[in-house]
């Protein structure tokens, strides 16, 4: 496939999509020194030329739609496209952020659903919907535990936990919230390491992030034990919900000693990830921090809803967006819960891990080496191609350069730090036995190649519509926005 | 498969869960519905909601958006996919992404722009985040808000901000515009200032960027992008622009959409970038040397820099962006211009229709460009209210809802979307609401 020209080649001073520009409006009055007079750098094209760039730009992605995408604590699903017609209503998107509440009572009705079905969901006692992607959750939850040590008297508190295999927003979102981050171990078999959090927590701590399912993709057994020491510390317990999906339906976060959580529906609930967003991470608290839980909220008074402000809530960590946060991301997770149900809820969960077990299983037996082999596999596993490093001198990195050409995305990469070389599998509920079994074919092939030739595989990928990219040039010789001159 | 795993049934896969821990009810949500069941359902809560004619603005823009925009952006291809990680299989995300920092950035007359933030108000905080971390020289952790700015905007940039010793300190507008003059500090880190301001007036940009310059603090210009096409760019502001450009992209081809998902966009000086939070998308070659794109500077963000990071953010708002894009290549120079002037000559022609009923009069007298506040002789919130139960008209922003001063203004807007009919028709609703009130 050859490169696409850059829109702005194929450009042509004056043309433009005549049915798409309006008659000129009248700009006399306004003060010349407040005009614009250098021309913007924006396409001249016709409305086809526009359609059929983006046309092929579009064909050369990977997307769940056309690959398997066995991205790890990324749960790339399906998207169901029923949940997107939903929220694509005239009355939902048509509808301006500032109309008052008596005139929106579908769209707050829908709210309300969704945040009970979270609460259920998430074993909590209250909901906001508005965080706009999980790290901004992190964020809100951060915010909520300092706002409430604070409301207690209790200023000393500036560190947060995290074990050294954490998602990276969790340690950077402790920043944003003012604290320091400290570090707990992982121990041997992917739980976190007890002796080091009893050592590390104290008068000192605010509160520690954990996933569970870990980071390590397996469960962690002494939940309670952790929920009990960090609370005897006078700390709180914050969820990562990442990797919600293994447990949705099974047991609740509110059940395993967590104060506070966030949740990603683009993850859990299936809203499409867009390229890199929208996403959604609403929060959920017991009722220690249900006051601080940012606004808006939808509440009920009598049979009409209405939105909790300031006014409602006094201890509100706040706004997190300009209006109710990403809104129709919200209407598509309430179509996806809505569509699944309390069965199908279960159901993603038990797939979701049979999934997982299975292709663990089958690249296990195929000589794969599983970085926790005695644990149970959750909706997710890590493998470790070190032997494969050392043996053959192809990296993690070339294999999953090299899936790309077997028409699969890599599972991601050299997370968490701590397992070298490492390939966390996250195979979801939505696929076929015959999919992962392909995914196995596929690495054992890509084995084969390396031991006949271990720098074609270096090279990959191979069939794409370009090679290895060149990412220390792209750092180092800056190129971030086109300019005619320069080619 | 159970088989190969070597278990009996599912239920064995979960035997690591202790048993201390009780096992979840969902008895309170309801049995699964059929896609039919789910989407009439849902159609009909958004059918109660639906309204006719909209005058209101305040940060939400009721735009034109062509049909093909949104056929491209939720293309499976687009819509499905994650984030550009794997360069090589997402060329067209990060081709898109590099021709969206172009548009973004010459429409801001600055360097570069990311490939998103999540909205507006959050945006406005990273912006301030950004400029702190920048001016390294700066004495203080003061930020003034130069009058009119989005309150909405300020209130979410106080709660991302607040917590890292960073204060905002407002700075009342002068007859609805931001008067240096008045400002109690004289050594600002930061100053901020909107054009078209939230009034929708139009600040005198060249001599504050000079005033914010001679004091050696950095400026964030909080923008609407489709005016840009007429207005012009923070960039070019006074003798060196401003340093840090931030918005809403929702008026580039997203829908209302009750607020969300719209985009925030950040733009700034090239000696700024490495302070910049979120992703950036730089050209490269390949092994071959062919062109290709690629996430870069990525040891700003989290998942290297960790705790160091410039900002938390991870998921962004790629598929707005992607939207806007298609809209701004759409659209072209012509298109976006030949908007944002109709919604200027709209508005003008709805403010003076207005003014002649003799029940509306200008509150400011700065000029304005598609937004206006008019102080109506009436009860205000009795109008907006009788307006959308009995005729289904959206009457724009009573003002006494942020301040007490205001509570007979209105902040009205009138896109390329309002036809001269609407227009009429809204003034004689205004004049007979008013009347019998």
């Known amino acids: 496939m050859p490169t696409i020209p850059s829109i702005f080649d194929t450009s042509k001073p004056g043309r433009l999509a005549g049915g798409q520009t309006p008659k000129e409006g009248d700009l006399t009055g306004l003060p010349d020194a407040l005009l614009r007079e250098s021309k913007p750098v924006l396409p001249e094209v016709s409305e086809l030329q526009a359609v059929r760039h983006f046309t092929k730009l579009s064909q050369q992605n990977f997307s769940i739609d056309g690959n398997f995408y066995p991205l790890g604590s990324c749960t790339m699903k399906y998207n169901p496209r029923g949940a997107h017609r939903a929220a694509s209503q005239p009355g939902f998107l048509n509808r301006h952020p500032l109309t008052p509440a008596f005139a929106s009572q579908g769209l707050l009705s829908c709210f309300w659903e969704l945040q009970e079905t979270l609460k259920t969901v998430t074993g909590m006692e209250a909901v906001s919907l508005v965080p706009m992607a999980g790290a901004q959750g992190e964020l809100a939850g951060g915010l909520m535990i300092r706002a409430y040590h604070e409301d207690c008297g209790d200023f000393e508190r500036d560190e947060i936990l995290v074990p050294t295999a954490a998602h990276g927003t969790n340690p950077a979102t402790a920043t944003m919230c003012g604290y320091k981050t400290r570090e707990i171990g992982v121990a041997a078999d992917g739980d976190v390491d007890i002796e080091d959090l009893k050592r590390v927590v104290g008068p000192k701590t605010a509160g520690i992030m954990l996933t569970n399912p870990s980071t390590c993709a397996v469960f962690e057994r002494r939940i309670l034990e952790i929920a009990d020491t960090v609370h005897d510390a006078g700390g709180l317990l914050y969820y990562d919900g990442a990797n919600l999906n293994a447990i949705l339906g099974k047991v609740c976060p509110g059940d395993m000693g967590f104060d506070v959580l966030h949740l990603n529906l683009h993850k859990t609930f299936a809203t499409p990830h867009g390229g890199g967003g929208p996403g959604a991470g609403p929060v959920a608290v017991n009722s220690l921090l249900q006051p601080y839980l940012p606004i808006p909220m939808v509440g009920k008074l009598d049979d009409e809803y209405i939105w909790l402000d300031e006014s409602y809530c006094p201890l509100t960590i706040g706004k997190l967006a300009a209006f109710m946060g990403n809104a129709g991301i919200l209407i598509r997770a309430l179509a996806y819960a809505l569509m699944l149900g309390r069965e199908g809820m279960v159901r993603v969960a038990e797939y979701a891990t049979l999934n997982a077990n299975y292709l663990a299983a089958e690249l296990s037996k195929a000589g794969f080496q599983l970085a926790y082999p005695t644990r149970r596999a959750t909706h997710e596993f890590l493998i470790t191609l070190n032997k494969e490093a050392k043996d053959l001198g192809v990296r993690a990195l070339d294999f999953a350069k090299r899936l790309l050409d077997f028409d699969m995305h890599a599972p991601t990469t050299y997370f968490p730090l701590l397992v070298p070389e490492c390939f966390l599998i996250e195979p979801t509920e939505t696929e076929t036995k015959a999919v992962l079994d392909e995914f196995v074919s596929a690495m054992c092939k890509i084995r084969e190649e390396a031991q006949e030739n271990a720098e074609y595989v270096k090279q990959a990928p191979h069939n794409q519509v370009v090679r290895r990219l060149d990412e220390v040039r792209a750092a180092r010789e800056l190129d971030l926005n086109w300019s005619g001159n320069k080619e | ?437």
């Open chain 2, 1 to 437: 498969m159970l088989q190969s795993i070597g278990v009996a049934n599912i239920d064995e896969l979960f035997d690591e869960i202790p048993d201390s821990v009780p096992v979840a009810n969902f008895r309170a949500i309801e049995s699964s519905l059929t896609e039919m069941e789910m989407v009439y359902r849902l159609a009909e809560s958004a059918k109660q909601d639906e309204l006719g004619s909209c005058f209101l603005g305040a940060g939400s823009y009721d735009h034109h958006i062509p049909a093909a925009v949104w056929d491209l952006a939720t293309r499976g291809e687009f819509l499905t996919a994650y984030t550009p990680y794997q360069a090589e299989a997402s060329q067209g995300t990060l081709q898109l992404l590099y021709e969206f920092q172009t548009m973004m950035a010459s429409l801001a007359g600055l360097d570069v722009a990311n490939a998103s933030v999540y909205d507006g108000g959050s945006g406005l905080g990273e912006a301030i985040l950004m400029a702190v971390r920048s001016n390294r020289r700066a004495r203080n952790r003061k930020i003034v808000i130069g009058g009119a700015v989005n309150p909405f905007y300020l209130k979410t940039a106080n709660t991302l901000v607040r917590n890292q010793g960073i204060e905002l300190v407002d700075v009342p507008h002068e007859n609805g515009v931001f008067d240096p003059k008045q400002c109690p500090i004289d050594d600002p880190n930061v100053v901020v200032v909107q054009q078209p301001n939230f009034f929708g007036l139009l600040e005198n940009v060249d001599a504050i960027s000079n005033w914010v310059n001679e004091r050696n603090a950095l400026l964030i210009a909080v923008v609407n992008p489709l005016t840009l096409a007429v207005l012009k760019p923070p960039g070019e502001w006074g003798e060196s622009g401003a340093d840090i450009c931030s918005g809403d992209g929702q008026p580039l081809g997203v829908p209302m959409a009750s607020g969300g998902p719209s985009f925030g966009f950040l733009c700034s000086k090239m000696k700024h970038v490495r302070q910049m939070p979120g992703r950036i998308v730089g050209k490269t070659v390949d092994a071959n040397g062919d062109v290709g794109y690629t996430l870069t500077l990525q040891a700003r963000e989290q998942h290297i820099r960790r705790a160091k990071a410039t900002s938390n953010i991870c998921t962004n708002q790629g598929l707005l962006v992607t939207a806007a894009t298609i809209y701004m290549s759409i659209m072209g120079v012509s298109g976006l211009r030949n908007t944002a002037s109709r919604c200027h000559e709209n508005t003008k022609y709805l403010v003076a229709q207005l003014e002649a009923t003799g029940r509306a009069q200008r509150a400011f007298h700065s000029p304005y460009f598609h937004e206006c506040v008019l102080r109506c002789a009436g009860d205000v919130a009795a109008l907006t209210k009788s307006m959308i139960t009995d005729h289904g008209v959206l009457a724009g922003y009573p003002l006494g809802e942020i301040d007490e001063s205001l509570d007979d203004c209105l902040l009205l807007c009138a896109t390329e979307k309002r036809t001269r009919d609407e227009i009429d028709r809204f003034v004689e609703l205004f004049n007979r609401i008013l009347n019998e009130g």
